[in-house]
């Protein structure tokens, strides 16, 4: 594909595996194909079967380039699981030149020094997210090139995987016959889509609410101030319903989507006149010659505590980076399990922040679906990676991808 005409993002997920193309019409990106089918293979957003989900691949491939009549040959891929986690980390070098005019160079040094620290030997350092730089002491540099200084040092946040989980997602592109053009950590993709320049700037907490994982990234004067990723989401409020209704799954998954609330609706409590009230109104699902039945009350009462444990999670990060109720843009609510109905309202209830549901940026003819956030962040990441290429921050991260690449070489045939 050409590069700037024609981009591919490939979301592979537990659930479902999502290939959006799209291409540049008159300075706007709008969509060429969509498609998406269920996903095997993954546990947790992780990838533990690489043949499995290459199969799935394959097939969806083959689909996207019957319905655009285009060849796909590279995609922009997420990488998602609770394995991934980022740990701060610093270097320090001294600058290079005799003029003390701080290069490229320099700035490359210095945040390969950030990698030297001990991590299990079974993970990996995938990205390294800058913070700030200090010349001579000097700090809250967000661009050195160009200045003077003796001593440059760097403070960043290190994004670690598990190597067999990260080898496994890339054995399963690459044996589809797929280039990489990169690997994106899901709610980092997610954020791109969804996420404006200024929010970024101010502070803002992305919840990107998946059917395995949620994950939580929160940004600040625009860069990445922490990122966090939890096994549990939207598919465990299914499993609940399933066993508190004594159900099947898929009727489970059918009744979240029609009935399903994290909170009574308070305008139906204060009709005392209304002869039925509608929380406590019998709803009566035929399903294979058996019926299930239930009231919207008992739905509140099976998604509200699951909903509320997810939000407990978040709240307890944000405690542990000092941004509970201190973030002036609030929460961003994205993924699929943002569908669910008023869980802006227990979100703003229980957090206390101003919360909104992400829409989609930038991508004309894209479906209103908070669940292709992190699909269409991926073909939007590609503009974000040639500004980041502009500034010249980024040679140390294709240094790292293209040693991944040589090693995979040896691994996939």
Known sequence: MAKGHIIAGLDIGTNTIKLLVIQKRNKEWEVLSYQEMPSFGLRKGAVVDAGEVSKNIQTLLSETEKNSSKKITSVFVNIGGNHIYIT????????????????QEDIDRVLQATRAINIPQNEEVLDVFPKEFIIDDQKGIKQPLGLRGIRLEAKVLLLCVFSPYFINLTQA????????????????????????????????????????????????????????????????????????????????????????????????????????????????????????????KDLVDIIEPRVSEILDLILKELKKIGRQELLPCGIVLTGGGAKISKIKELTKEQLKLPVQIGKIKNILGLDEDTALATVAG????????????????????????????????????
């Open 173 to 296: 592109v690459l044996n589809s016959k797929l280039h990489i053009d990169d690997i994106v950590p899901s709610p980092l993709a997610a954020s791109e889509a969804v996420l404006t320049r200024e929010q970024k700037e101010l502070g803002v907490a992305l919840i990107d609410i998946g059917a395995s994982t949620t994950s939580l990234a929160v940004f600040e004067e625009g860069n990445l101030l922490h990122l966090a990723v939890f096994p549990i989401g939207s598919a465990n409020i299914t499993n609940d319903i399933a066993i508190g209704l004594k159900t099947e799954i898929f009727v489970a998954e059918s009744i979240k989507k029609q009935y399903g609330s994290c909170m009574l609706v308070k305008q139906d409590k204060e009709k005392k006149d209304e002869k039925i009230n509608i929380e406590k109104k019998k709803i009566e699902i035929i399903e294979n010659s058996s019926v299930v039945s239930f009231t919207r």
């Open 88 to 103: 701060p980390s610093d270097g320090i070098i001294s600058v290079s030149r005799a003029n003390q005019i701080i290069s």
């Open 378 to 413: 991926l073909v939007l990441s590609s503009a974000v990676m040639d500004e980041t290429d502009k500034e010249g921050l980024s040679g140390v991260l294709k240094g790292f991808w293209s040693k991944i690449k040589k090693m995979l070489k040896v691994l996939v045939p």
